[in-house]
């Protein structure tokens, strides 16, 4: 298995540009979420998705858009990319409620927005 | 979800057990303590969790206080590849997993 796959790894953006940050699970998790890093803090979360056709909102959704069609794809859409979305982003997800409740994180998506 | 309090940072010699705290004195009956790591800049990554029993697995170890207030994660035999930043998480098991909501943790630096 090859876990929670993010792609790209790097990425530079002007500002005002648009672009998708692509994450994929073959582990048939239910639920996958977006996370953003910056410097010195812990991970703040963007997006969620509880199952294919449902998402909602996290701490910090601002500026990103999402969408769960599939069970494995969970894409995470910047509509206009501006400076202060410069971070790392991490996908994760896990199984439903259980016993292995736990998050699976890709290896990140390094952005940065001039 | 309840939240929790770490030291910013520790070190710990190798080959030595490393003791990491985390208080949650506001936590609920139905929160689990859990512990993930993030080495240098990859992903995090599990580590354990429990609920008022001590727990271990192949990673490590989780003692929690009989008043649930405080919780002690135990890596028995540290080496240089557990230098990273350890998340103590308090949450309602079954809860949605988006919500999983990570502070600034504690950065353990394991010496030769």
């Known amino acids: 298995n090859a876990g929670v796959t993010q792609t790209p790894k790097f990425q530079v953006l002007k500002t005002g540009q648009s672009m998708t940050l692509q994450c994929a699970q073959d582990m048939n998790h239910e639920y996958m979420s977006w996370y953003r890093q910056d410097p010195g803090m812990g991970l703040r979360l963007i997006h969620y998705?509880?199952?294919?056709?449902?998402?909602d909102q996290g701490e910090v959704p601002n500026g990103y858009n999402v969408s769960r069609s599939t069970t494995e794809d969970f894409p995470l859409r910047l509509l206009s990319a501006a400076p202060s979305q410069t971070s790392v982003y991490f996908c994760?997800?896990?199984?439903?409620?259980?016993?292995?409740?736990?998050?699976?994180f890709g290896s990140g998506t390094q952005l940065s927005v001039l | 979800d309840a939240k929790t309090t770490q030291p910013p940072s520790m070190d710990c010699a190798e080959g030595r057990a490393a003791n990491l705290p985390c208080n949650h004195s506001?936590?609920?009956?139905?929160?689990?303590v859990y512990w993930y790591r993030q080495i240098h800049s990859q992903g995090p990554q599990y580590i354990i969790h429990?609920?008022?029993n001590n727990e271990t697995n192949e990673m490590a170890s989780l003692i929690i206080t009989e008043d649930r207030k405080s919780s002690t994660l135990i890596l028995p035999h540290a080496t240089l590849r557990d230098t990273a930043v350890y998340y103590c998480i308090v949450r309602v098991f079954g809860g949605s997993q988006g919500n999983l909501i990570f502070g600034k943790g504690t950065k353990l630096s394991v010496k030769p």
């Open positions: 998705s509880v199952g294919a056709g449902i998402t």
């Open positions: 994760a997800s896990s199984y439903g409620q259980g016993a292995d409740e736990k998050l699976f």
């Open positions: 506001t936590i609920s009956g139905n929160e689990y």
């Open positions: 429990g609920l008022k």
